[in-house]
């Protein structure tokens, strides 16, 4: 399951997953990757390597539908200081980044779920405790030994 799709693109943009046999879409690639895989994206004519290319316009078309996909002020700084820069700062930092993050959210989602476990069981275990004790059982005492000295009475 982790071997790596194979996809080559023709000229008329489609693409061409060889491990199916049979055209697959952007989104049909972009699903791949969310379940793990890993993809190899080749120009089926030049054998050139454009897999850079289409994971970078499957993000553009997704940062459309969504209307954003990076704030003005770094897209700015993006096109001002050129691809060198940013080509460093992305393999040298921004993967190692996000891939902490990444492991930072997961280890922090799972801790809020025992937490709410932990939670939920306190407030079970509250709730069956809660029906034992009743708060105005010391302001009733008087008159619950009043009412049983009058039941004897009769």
């Not at 700062?89 to 025992?114: N, P, T």
Request: proline share 2%; no cysteine.
């Amino acid at each position: 399951m982790n071997k790596t799709i194979v996809i080559k693109k023709y000229a008329n943009r489609r693409l061409y997953n060889t491990e199916t046999s049979a055209y697959v879409t952007l989104n049909q690639v972009a699903d791949y990757i969310r379940q793990g895989r890993q993809v190899s994206i080749t120009d089926a004519k030049t054998k050139e390597d454009v897999t850079a290319f289409i994971l970078t316009q499957i993000v553009l078309e997704e940062a459309k539908n969504r209307n954003t996909l990076l704030p003005d002020h770094l897209l700015h700084l993006i096109i001002r200081y050129g691809d060198n820069l940013l080509g460093e700062f992305l393999e040298k930092y921004f993967s190692q980044i996000f891939q902490h993050f990444v492991a930072h959210k997961s280890v922090m989602d799972s801790q809020f779920q025992k937490w709410l476990e932990i939670g939920l069981n306190i407030s079970e275990t509250a709730q069956k405790n809660f029906g034992k004790i009743n708060p105005f059982q010391s302001a009733l005492d008087p008159f619950g030994s009043f009412s049983k000295k009058n039941d004897k009475k009769k």
